[in-house]
């Protein structure tokens, strides 16, 4: 995903957009210089960014030497699915993750998946089960919206804050690319003898997961591994009732055209959204709703039928 410019409708125009992504390459924040040096903005209407992107490469180099949890996890993912230059190895990024990181289960994952890649089937396994004794499961992508919309200045007007907010958590989900630490999470799942460690790390990530994907992965991935199915079922009403919340409450901020009043809520939802993460906050919006867990992810189900009915209805 390219960095994209707000909205041409908005007071604040691709030169703005252009110059904060121009001050965070020049960041003495790492992470910063990452988020912003992989791609360049966007074409909108033959307009591009004259900026040097920094290379990957060099990106990599810049971090020899740091510990930074964040840092690592998104240059494991930007080279494993880069051309690979010579030092850009993913094996050394995610041990390096797991170092830095040394509870966190995804890092132990991300590892696997990397050995899996290199064909290490044995080292890979190992790595596995290491995952399955970490005591926590950390995502990314919370991290990297708030340090991305902490650059955007708050005199923006609202109309302009708001879209690069959005921006901010679009790229968030982008940048944050593991090298397949999900497949191969589902893989060790199908096998029996691996059942109890799957099982440690499905509940970690269900309890410590901050994503609806997160989420959604250990519910699903759970039938796989035999885990009971009133667990599932509850693991699937949760993730069903916080996805209603958030896009329930996403859409009652939209309207056309958009009032002040509008923008201004879209604009505290967004800020909230990305102090929490997305599903700290769908939990904040399902309490404030007043809607039971229940009848929200009965909603949620009832909205998915329509639309694929509709779907499929002919033209």
Not at 293 to 315: G, K, L, V, Y
Request: aromatic share 6%.
């Amino acid at each position: 995903m390219r960095l994209r410019a707000p909205s041409v409708e908005v007071p604040v125009g691709i030169a703005d957009w252009d110059r904060l992504v121009e001050a965070a390459r020049k960041s003495a924040d790492l992470r910063l210089r990452i988020v912003a040096s992989i791609d360049g903005l966007e074409d909108r209407g033959g307009v591009y960014s004259s900026h040097e992107v920094i290379p990957l490469e060099t990106l990599v180099e810049q971090a020899r030497g740091s510990t930074d949890p964040m840092v690592l996890s998104m240059l494991v993912g930007r080279c494993s699915e880069s051309a690979k230059p010579p030092r850009c190895d993913t094996q050394d990024l995610a041990e390096r993750w797991t170092v830095a990181d040394t509870q966190n289960q995804k890092a132990w994952l991300t590892l696997a998946a990397v050995l899996q890649q290199k064909g290490d089937l044995p080292a890979a396994r190992a790595a596995f089960e290491r995952a399955s004794r970490a005591s926590t499961w950390h995502e990314h992508n919370d991290d990297i919206a708030r340090v991305i919309a902490a650059t955007i200045p708050r005199t923006w007007p609202p109309l302009a804050r708001m879209h690069g907010l959005e921006a901010a958590l679009g790229i968030a989900a982008a940048r944050n690319i593991s090298p397949s630490p999900f497949s191969y999470l589902t893989q060790q799942c199908k096998d029996p003898s691996m059942r109890a460690q799957c099982g440690q790390i499905l509940e970690t990530m269900f309890r410590d997961g901050n994503d609806l994907f997160s989420l959604s992965i250990s519910s699903k991935v759970a039938a796989i591994a035999h885990i009971p199915d009133e667990t599932v079922k509850m693991r699937l009403q949760k993730f069903n009732a916080t996805y209603w919340a958030v896009v329930d409450e996403a859409e009652s901020t939209v309207s056309e055209p958009m009032e002040a009043a509008d923008v201004a809520r879209a604009v505290a939802r967004l800020e909230e959204r990305i102090a929490f993460g997305e599903m700290r906050y769908g939990q904040r919006v399902l309490e404030r709703s007043g809607v039971a867990e229940a009848d929200a992810a009965s909603r949620f189900a009832s909205r998915r039928a329509a639309r694929q009915s509709a779907a499929t209805q002919p033209r």
